[in-house]
C-alpha cells in the first residue's frame, strides 16, 4: 500500500534561509510524486510534480524537489524563504499498481517565516 | 477557464441535520474528488467520481455519500451530522483520474462546515 510521511507538523525558518521540506513515501511501483501548497482560507494548488525523467523538479515561486528513488524521498527545498512562503505544504503520492490506486496526501507541513 | 467552485462557502447546521454540498469542475474536467480537512486528522480522501462513476471511496461511515452528473458537477451529502464532521470539505477536479500519470487536481476554495 502507498503511504506518505512528512517529518515536521510545522517548520520555522527565517526570511531569507534555505526553506526544506521532507517527504518520504512508501510504494511498490515507481510513483508520481506531488507538492501542492495551501494558503490561509483556500484551496490547495500544485507547486510541482514528478513523473518521469528529470528527478529535480522545478515548480511555481522559487521551489524545486528531487526524487531519490534509493532515499524513497522527494523534499522540497527553496533556496531563500520569503514571508508570502508562510502556508501549508501536503505531499501526495500517486502510483498506477491498478486502475482502482487513488492520491495519498501527507498530513502536511505548515511553515512559518521569521522576521 | 473558471476554476473549481464550490456552495456553499461557509453552512451552519445542528446535530442531526443533513447537507448537500456541491462542487463544479473546471470545464472539460471529468474527474471529481472530495477531501475532508480537519486540524486533527489532516486531508482525508472522501471519495472520487470519473464520468458519473465512484472510482475509489476512503474510509467513510455510509453517511457520506456523492454522486457525479453527466455535466461532471458533483455533490456529496452528509445524513445525520455529528459535531465531529465540522471540517473543511474541499473538491478537486482533473481531466483524468486524480493523479494518475501525473495529473494535476485543481482545488477549489472549500466548504466550512460547522455542526453544533
Known sequence: AQSVTQLGSHVSVSEGALVLLRCNYSSSVPPYLFWYVQYPNQGLQL????????TLV???????AEFKKSETSFHLTKPSAHMSDAAE???AVRS???RDDKIIFGKGTRLHILP | KAGVTQTPR????TRGQQVT????PISGHRSVSWYQQTPGQGLQFLFEYFSETQRNKGNFPGRFSGR???NSRSEMNVSTLELGDSALYLCASSSGLAGGLGETQYFGPGTRLLVL
Do not use: D, P, V, W
Open chain 1, 47 to 54: 507547486l510541482l510534480k514528478y513523473t518521469t525523467g528529470a
Open chain 1, 58 to 64: 522545478k515548480g511555481i515561486n522559487g521551489f524545486e
Open chain 1, 89 to 91: 505544504y501536503f505531499c
Open chain 1, 96 to 98: 498506477l499498481r491498478n
Open chain 2, 10 to 13: 461557509y453552512l451552519i447546521k
Open chain 2, 21 to 24: 454540498l456541491s462542487c463544479s
Open chain 2, 68 to 70: 457525479q452528473f453527466s
